[in-house]
């Protein structure tokens, strides 16, 4: 034999033998018995052999099937090393085939053994989810890819692209797909726990449906499961048929395992108009967390003119975040804002500091910042600290479109520490400060006491001999203020009371005596420095429950009577000489019927020898123990005139005190009415009344109104207390996908709006329009006016200044018509 055949010979002789060894590893081969040359032999499945006496090392693990259209399928499979032989027999379908099974089908299909198959003419191959469809397919077995050529199909799950030609390794995912159009969706997570369940009518949370996206590219390139680059790419979460809106990138990657996007040179095309233009982005896939530029917000007020927000979130770690905010007021200058949060399974807290180089308005820097961080020590120890600071007392007036901040007259600032791991008993120790905002242009503002320190020791042990219980309440605190008295007191309250109970009654007397010692520092009273009082309390509390079966528009219900009798006897101690540091005056309601005294703080313990009645009745639906209807009404009877009063106060006179009345129901879970009433018997006139009516049939659809009244107390007609206040909200389906928000508050006395809001949404599937106005009361003399508009895209963030938060506050009831909040940030107007 000449050399050149020899080594012809021997190349020929190894490269079989490699792709023997090769086609070994891989899965059977499904062929026509055409092509093998011979008429196929079909033998019962109980006929073959049986798999498990093949060694286990040996047994296929990617199976593969050709299907020709012109004879019944069949199935050869290749014998483990060692084996010699075939076996074929007919494939029963996909469901009967082993995992990893590859099945070839079209008109026509050819192949060679062990290396590849050819179908031409509705050419379909599949593996498990996978679907490869196309003119013409051709499968090379040891490399195990396909290439594709002519309206190529591919899905895989919820996956599905199409286009001209592709070439692909179809276990792996790995190859390349020319000028393709795609949708590719992963499933929902799923409500988490403890979330909130979806109210009637409201429409499924985007976090909680498929996140799906749309778009076409030059080329795709294929880098595994769950991993897609795009090419000259455009993406929208809108229906195909209607891209209202989409991003348009040179370069686009999703990686689906680490739920991250990224793009490079894009662009936000909206009906047709770019919008935005973005060098570089990266972005969250879903509702994981990614570090990256969020959108920005912008907006206009007559305080600070154009707004523009740019926040930077850091994704430092699943626990702790930071968010680095710069904001651009057109009146004013630059703010910088950076908000840290943390939480571990034992603390948790909230950190930002915010900063104004130099506000063009007041001519000077301003800042504001904020701590609130909580920690469980263990062994029963716990700790908090609420620390809150601004540089002027305008700040908020000027830069915030809260009301619960312009309105904000002292801020916090405390250190607390607390024991509970005495079982029966507790203590704590409290230092407490404020600071006070007093506007140049408001009313005088009342400086409160500092507490340094405050240290209080509580127990409650019950089952003691006789079935009697003892509880204690004491407490040490320095009181520190600037210009007024100071001074220390000490409090010792210890009570024993024997609780009698029954299902259908329970009497409770109770007697104490409440001890306070006064070390004090005069500076605008006259007296001794040394006050001591004690005073001894008892009382008595009863009632009772009768229950009945009764019917109510045609529906069964359980109705209850429950009358409550409460007697207190506490005796008179002269206690002006005293200085008042904690105590004022509580709010008159049902809860303060039934308390000992009618005074807040530990200064002021009023006289009593009273009688306090009240009776309630419930309707309830025997099925789910919801409350239908609830009536209430009470009264106090006094047997002696009240003779402690506040400094400056007026004591009261006569028998009855004023009555107390209370009704709400609930229709059809669809519409809640309450309304309470305090009467003044002795006057015969109105104190108090507040009517509430609120009617939300469904998600988005809310209507409610509310008038609160309030006698005016005060002498000094420049700051009265009383009210008549007028408030309308709503959220209502206008026309189409229209919607309306609105909030009317006025004060009637005195004729002002104490806050406005109106606007529009517009929800069109995949994005959504918000346009809404606000003006907003801050002080007497001072109004702020805002302009929010935004364009929410559904999974690419959004443009403009978001009124959510607005509306949510000012709006009960209010629903998003789209969830498409970013789940690891908030916005907050602070």
């Keep these: ?125 599949t593996r498990d989810n996978t679907r490869i469809e196309a003119d013409k397919l051709q499968y090379f077995e040891l490399t195990d890819e396909v290439e594709a050529t002519g309206n190529v199909r591919i899905t895989r799950g919820q996956d599905e692209m199409s286009g001209p030609h592709a070439r692909m390794k179809v276990q792996e995912q790995v190859g390349t797909f020319d000028s393709p159009n795609y949708s590719i969706s992963r499933p929902p997570r799923g409500p988490r726990p403890g979330e909130t369940p979806l109210l009637p009518g409201q429409a499924v949370p985007m976090s909680q ?38 991003v348009k990138a040179k370069e686009l990657e999703l990686d689906y395992d680490r739920s991250v996007g990224e793009a490079h040179n894009g662009t936000l095309i909206f009906k047709g108009v770019p919008l935005a233009y973005v060098p570089w982005a990266d972005f969250p896939l879903g509702d994981s967390r990614k570090s990256g530029l969020l959108s920005p917000t912008f907006g206009t007020s007559n305080k600070v003119g154009f707004d523009l927000t740019i926040p930077y979130y850091f ?36 950190n930002y500091f915010e900063w104004m180089p130099n506000d063009e308005v007041e001519g000077r820097s301003r800042m504001a910042g904020q701590i609130r961080h909580n920690q469980i020590f263990g062994n029963g120890w716990a700790g908090n600290i609420d620390f809150s600071a601004v540089s002027d007392p305008r700040y908020f007036i000027d830069l915030s479109s809260r009301l619960a901040l312009t309105s904000q007259v002292n801020l916090l600032r405390q250190g607390m520490v607390s024991y509970s791991g005495g079982g029966w008993w507790n203590a704590t120790g409290l230092l407490q400060a404020y600071q006070t905002l007093q506007d140049p242009n408001g009313a005088p503002v009342a400086v409160p006491y500092k507490r340094l320190p405050q240290l209080t020791l509580t127990a409650n042990r019950p089952e003691l001999p006789g079935g009697t219980t003892f509880q204690m309440a004491s407490e040490y605190v320095a009181f520190s203020h600037p210009t007024l008295d100071e001074g220390r007191r000490m409090t010792l309250y210890p009570q024993l009371s024997l609780p009698i109970q029954t299902s259908a009654f329970y009497i409770t007397p109770k007697v104490g005596v409440h001890m306070t010692r006064y070390d004090l520092d005069r500076r605008t009273t006259v007296g001794e420095n040394t006050v001591s009082r004690t005073l001894p309390i008892m009382s008595v509390d009863s009632g009772v429950t009768f229950e009945r079966d009764t019917s109510f528009a045609g529906r069964d219900y359980v109705q209850t009577l429950e009358p409550r009798v409460y007697y207190l006897y506490v005796p008179y101690r002269d206690q002006s000489m005293i200085p008042n540091f904690d105590s004022g005056s509580y709010d008159f309601n049902f809860a303060q019927l039934f308390a000992e005294n009618v005074y807040t703080g530990g200064d002021r313990i009023s006289n009593a020898n009273q009688l306090t009645t009240a009776v309630q009745s419930r309707l309830i639906d025997p099925a789910t123990g ?42 059809a879970s669809k519409t809640q009415l309450d309304t309470t009433w305090q009467y003044n018997p002795r006057e015969n006139w109105t104190e108090r009344f507040n009517f509430g009516l609120r009617y939300q049939p469904s998600y988005a659809h809310s209507v409610g109104v509310s008038w609160r009244y309030r006698r005016n107390y005060s002498t000094d007609d420049a700051n009265p207390d009383g009210f008549r206040d007028l408030d309308i909200t709503g959220q209502w389906p206008l026309w189409g996908n229209w919607y309306g928000v609105a909030r009317y508050n006025r004060n009637l006395r005195d004729h002002r709006l104490n806050q406005g809001v109106a606007g529009v949404e517009y929800n069109a599937g995949c994005w959504v329009f918000r346009g809404v106005v606000q003006q907003l009361t801050t002080s007497v003399n001072d109004v702020t006016r805002a302009f929010f508009f935004q364009l929410d895209f559904n999974g690419a963030g959004s443009l403009g200044s978001s009124p959510i938060n607005v509306l949510r506050r000012s709006i009960p009831g209010y629903g998003k018509i789209n969830d498409g909040s970013n789940p690891f940030y908030s916005e907050d107007d602070f």
């Design 315 to 350: 994704n430092l770690a699943p626990n702790y975040d930071d968010t680095l905010t710069t904001r651009y007021m057109g009146r004013r200058g630059l703010q910088l804002r950076n908000e840290a949060r943390y939480i571990t399974p034992t603390y948790r807290g909230t």
């Design 209 to 246: 449906q498929p996140l799906t996206g749309h778009g076409s590219a030059d080329s795709l390139q294929l880098e595994g499961e769950n991993q897609f680059r795009f090419f000259n790419a455009t993406w929208t979460s809108c229906k195909p048929d209607r891209p209202d809106w989409y």
């Design 1 to 125: 034999m000449k050399p050149r055949t020899q080594l012809r010979f021997l190349s020929i002789a190894l490269f079989a033998l490699w792709g023997r060894a090769g086609a070994e590893d891989l899965p059977p081969f499904v062929v026509s018995p055409s092509l093998l040359g011979k008429p196929a032999t079909v033998r019962p499945a109980a006929a073959a052999q049986p798999a498990s006496r093949a060694p286990a090392a040996a047994a296929p693990s990617k199976p593969v099937g050709v299907t020709p259209a012109t004879a019944p399928p069949v199935k050869k499979t290749v014998p483990p090393a060692g084996r010699k032989g075939a076996t074929v027999q007919p494939v029963a379908g996909a469901a009967a085939l082993p995992p990893h099974t590859t099945v070839i089908d079209g008109d026509r299909v050819t192949g060679r053994q062990d290396l590849d198959a050819v179908a031409e003419g509705s050419a379909v191959l």
């Design 626 to 667: 919801a409350e239908t209807v609830r009536a209430l009404l009470g009264q106090r009877y006094y047997m002696d005139d009240q003779r402690v009063v506040l400094p400056g106060g007026t004591p009261r006179t006569g028998g009855r005190a004023d009555l107390l009345g209370a009704f709400g129901i609930n229709l």
